[in-house]
């Protein structure tokens, strides 16, 4: 099915721990990105990449790296994990803001 | 300061009512979205619109681009909307400013 692809679902890390979520869309969209989203605030953006081989900050880097593969993948890498990173985490992409945005089925991350 | 800002945030509805969600925005736009996130789901995009209105099934979107401010309406409602709408608009550069979403509770 075309979409966005993220993994993992759930994932439990312990403090300083690192990972890296996954995102992939077979869509041919130029830009993805990566949002974090907290009760009550809505959703912030952690980076983004508005073509292969670009990547920006959004309002929220601090604490992450992204990874923009080839156009298909953009990937999150939080280096050491702290409590403050728990929240769920969402891809999204589109064609030049197009057509609309696609996002993710989200990543509940969980830092203990 | 929030650049967009929704109301109600949260909703409760009985079965069967028509329902307004609203979207008061502050910055200049290339276009408006409407979202729908189930508990513990996916977000998925419902509207994107830039101008006047837009029509799927049992809802409707409305844009006034002069009074910075749009309108989610949801006919004869049922349960399954249940959802929390976000409101959310993206400027020129393809970046997302987004509402903090109107939890709807729509009881049988």
């Known amino acids: 099915n075309a979409g966005v692809t993220q993994t993992p679902k759930f994932q439990v890390l312990k403090t300083g721990q690192s990972m890296t979520l996954q995102c992939a869309q077979d869509m041919n969209h130029n830009s993805m990105y990566w949002y974090r989203q907290d009760p009550g605030m809505g959703l912030r953006l952690i980076y983004y990449?508005?073509?292969?081989?670009?990547?920006d900050k959004g309002e929220v880097p601090n604490g992450y790296n992204v990874s923009r593969l080839n156009k298909r993948e953009f990937s999150l890498r939080l280096e050491s994990a702290a409590p403050s990173q728990t929240s769920v985490y969402f891809c999204a992409s589109t064609y030049r803001g197009r057509y609309g945005y696609t996002f993710g089925s989200g990543t509940r991350l969980t830092v203990v | 300061k929030n650049e967009v800002e929704q109301s109600p945030q949260n909703l409760t509805a009985q079965e069967g009512e028509f329902i307004t969600i609203n979207c008061s925005y502050s910055v200049g736009i290339s276009a408006l979205h409407w979202l729908q996130q189930h508990p513990g789901g996916g977000i998925v995009s419902l509207f994107m619109?830039?101008?006047g209105k837009k029509k799927h099934g049992r809802l409707i979107a409305t844009i006034n681009i002069q009074e910075k401010h749009s309108s989610l309406h949801i006919t004869a409602s049922h349960p399954r909307d249940s959802a929390v709408y976000i409101c959310?608009?993206?400027?020129?550069?393809?970046?997302?400013?987004f509402g903090t979403g109107t939890s709807l509770t729509v009881i049988p």
């Open positions: 990449s508005a073509s292969e081989g670009t990547t």
């Open positions: 959310a608009v993206t400027n020129t550069g393809n970046q997302f400013y």
């Open positions: 619109l830039s101008s």
